[in-house]
């Protein structure tokens, strides 16, 4: 089993920066793939970023919206993963969840374990 737990939402006006982390215990954060997810008010969960178990830019990928003003970390040694959010737009607003993954994915049926949420509202 892995714990999951997102911190760092809240409200920002648009334009501005938030940074989100998703903590992991349990079973070896290293050993997984790790993805942000969102889900707005009546739409379906949308894959936004994912990042290889090794970290790194070269093994990341991200929703087209967002390239270029979110960026996708992971620091092992702390078991954590990070979303910077810049430029945010109210088209943003949503709940973002963590999750992880056996393998680098897209798609949210192949992530095993996923947190709580983190309420992120952007107003314009």
């Known amino acids: 089993q892995v714990q999951l737990a997102e911190s760092g939402g809240g409200l920002v006006q648009a334009g501005g920066s938030l940074r989100l982390s998703c903590a992991a215990s349990?079973?070896?954060?290293?050993?997984?793939?790790m993805g942000w997810f969102r889900q707005a008010p009546g739409k379906d969960r949308e894959f936004v970023a994912a990042?290889?178990?090794?970290?790194?830019?070269?093994?990341?990928y991200y929703l087209d919206s967002v390239k270029g003003r979110f960026t996708i970390s992971r620091d092992n040694a702390k078991s954590t993963m990070y979303l910077q959010m810049n430029n945010l737009k109210a088209e943003d607003t949503a709940v973002y969840y963590c999750a992880a993954c056996p393998g680098l994915s897209t798609r949210p049926e192949e992530y095993d374990y996923w947190g709580q949420g983190t309420q992120v509202t952007v107003s314009s």
């Open positions: 990042i290889s178990r090794r970290g790194g830019s070269t093994y990341t």
């Open positions: 349990g079973r070896t954060f290293s050993n997984y793939a």
